[in-house]
């Protein structure tokens, strides 16, 4: 499973990628908006930092077809490995089978069932974007969503990835893993907090101090 950041935040997607660990980025108008920048002038910046191989979702905010794709099409000419981001509704799904003819890399995003999973394949999304948390905050799995789509995409041999979306925790991350999510797109609170163990601290403590005991 691929590691994707889940931010706009300059100084974030400097440090998670400095590790070596993501391979893209995912944004939405709420991210964005945080950063308080212009789109094309925050995915510019991304853009400057990371690798041209890296994947940089942004997304579109029409609520008609025909706009959606023009504003699509105007995403995907920022850079080569930009993914354009759709909401999984109908306007949206006509969209995505446009953009997606013309070859266009498509990501359905806001999706919540593995009905609108199954749709957002057919009209040939390139990838799906199923929210874990915001299923859990309403009272309901969202692991059997991921689940469930992972298992249909398996046995239909879809091409779609699925990009798990809304993680909250490194639990969540471990367990979109073991659900057989193609990539989880994660906050960089959560990627800190995978990396930090209190035993890896009190370990590398004691062998330093143990370290100064070595006759030098
Ligand atoms: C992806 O970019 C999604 O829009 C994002 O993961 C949503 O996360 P949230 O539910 O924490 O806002």
Partial sequence: MKLFIDTANIEEIKDAYSLGIVSGVTTNP?????????FEDAIAEISAIVSPETLIFGEVISLEADKMVEEGRAIN?????MIVKIPTCKEGLKAVSILSKEGIKTCCTLCFSA??????S???ASYVAPFVG??????WT???LIQKIADMFAIQEAPTQIVA???RNPIHVIDLALA??????VPYKVLMQMIDHPLTKSGLDKFLKDYEKIPK
């Fill in 115 to 120: 009905g609108q999973a199954l749709l957002a």
């Fill in 134 to 139: 915001r299923v859990d905050d309403i009272g």
């Fill in 77 to 81: 000419k920022i850079r080569p490995n």
């Fill in 180 to 185: 057989g999510a193609d990539v989880a797109t």
């Fill in 165 to 167: 979306a809304s993680t």
């Fill in 122 to 124: 057919a009209a040939g």
């Fill in 30 to 38: 709420s991210i964005i908006a945080r950063e308080g920048k212009k």
């Fill in 142 to 144: 969202g692991m059997e």
